[in-house]
């Protein structure tokens, strides 16, 4: 692979009694070669170092905005940010099994946000804000679905609502913010992988993601603090059909069917997630850390299907961290670590699929286990 990036941003400022903005912008150009040389080969007589593929992905990018916040009295603000973004992607050649990825795409996007600040008092803050946001497929999409213009993928389209709160006091600390995400064609995993090893995605026209997150911190002695943070969300696929081919055994014949499989889970979304860090200040400049996450159960691809889904698990680390000082270093600081330290057993990551015998569903999946135990000292200096 042989690449190149250029790019240029600018931006202006503009502060006065009761408003803050800023305009500004970019321009950036990425050429990517990808290309296989023959190095070696049992058979044949290939010369060494032969050329066998090759494809070139170019992007163009333009941007410009404007944002500014406006205080309307001491307690409340508002603010509203416009974007406009132009995407040109272009595709030549052929991929390592000599398929053409000659394509070509461009995008014009408008991306609006809108929101209120709320200063309740110097301890508490609420907000509330409106978004549009658009993302351009990857080129890793463009390539897994070229040649067949059924699969091109599509822009995906999310309207954001969110609505939040933080409260601050001496020894403690809370905030909260609930999402309402609803999207039109959201790029979702199929639970398949590429042949290197990227998620194959494909467009749903409507799908949505509610939730809220909530951050704690107690600080009740000066020698130990604890952090936590929670989610919990609904992360919803509306009236996902199902795609397959269906096997007859007498013959092995293919036959292509769909069935709809009503509201189900985003593949890779687990509905809870949560983590903890307490901390422990030994010394001065020692601190020691319990580190616990906790990861809810997810399926790997679009059926809910318990065949194809990510067991929940927990996992807790130790953290030792030592700053020692040293004159002549700016900072140093040692940590050592013991990852997994009850030896949890699990898998963080899954892919797989399905197909049909007989009008039978047949599963096939592959784990991705993760480290047991296991220990880790990391030093770093700053000078």
Do not use: C
């Not at 600018?10 to 912008?25: H, N, V, W």
């Not at 213009?149 to 939040?164: C, H, K, M, S, V």
């Amino acid at each position: 692979m042989s690449n190149g990036y250029y790019g240029l941003i600018y931006s202006f400022k503009y502060s006065g009694a009761r408003i803050d903005a800023t305009a500004g912008g970019g321009a950036n150009y990425y050429s990517g070669d990808h290309y296989g040389k023959i190095i070696w080969t049992s058979v044949g007589t290939f010369e060494k170092g032969l050329q066998w593929y090759w494809n070139n992905g170019t992007k163009k990018e333009f941007n410009i905005y404007g944002k500014a916040d406006y205080s309307l009295n001491e307690k409340l603000s508002v603010f509203g940010d416009l974007q406009y973004r132009f995407i040109s992607y272009e595709m030549t050649g052929d991929d390592d099994d000599l398929k053409d990825l000659g394509q070509q795409h461009r995008y014009h996007f408008f991306n609006p946000k809108a929101g209120l600040f709320l200063t309740l008092n110097s301890n508490q803050d609420a907000y509330l804000s409106f978004s549009v946001a658009n993302r351009e497929p990857t080129r890793s999409d463009f390539k897994e679905a070229a040649g067949d213009i059924n699969a091109t993928p599509r822009q995906e389209r999310l309207f954001d609502t969110e609505l939040g709160y933080k409260l601050r006091g001496e020894k403690f600390s809370l905030s909260a913010n609930g999402y309402y995400m609803l999207y039109d064609d959201q790029l979702v995993p199929t639970g398949e992988l590429s042949n290197t090893g990227y998620s194959i995605m494909t467009n749903v026209k409507k799908s949505y993601r509610l939730g809220i997150e909530i951050n704690a911190g107690i600080r009740p002695f000066n020698f130990f603090s604890w952090d936590i943070g929670l989610t919990a969300s609904r992360n919803k696929i509306t009236d996902f059909v199902e795609y397959y081919v269906d096997y007859n055994t007498s013959d092995w014949s293919e036959e292509y069917k769909s069935k709809s499989l009503g509201t189900v889970d985003i593949a890779y979304s687990p509905s809870l997630i949560g983590s903890s860090d307490m901390t422990f200040k030994i010394l001065k400049n020692t601190e020691f850390h319990i580190i616990s996450k906790y990861v809810g159960k997810q399926y790997f691809d679009n059926t809910m299907s318990s065949d194809r889904m990510i067991d929940p698990y927990i996992v807790t680390n130790l953290r030792l961290d030592l700053r020692p000082v040293i004159r002549i270093i700016k900072r140093t600081e040692i940590q050592f670590i013991v990852n997994n330290i009850f030896n949890t057993e699990y898998e963080s990551n899954a892919y797989g699929g399905n197909w049909y015998e007989d009008g039978n569903e047949k599963t096939w999946a592959y784990y991705f286990p993760q480290a047991g135990t296991n220990f880790l000292v990391r030093v770093g200096f700053t000078f």
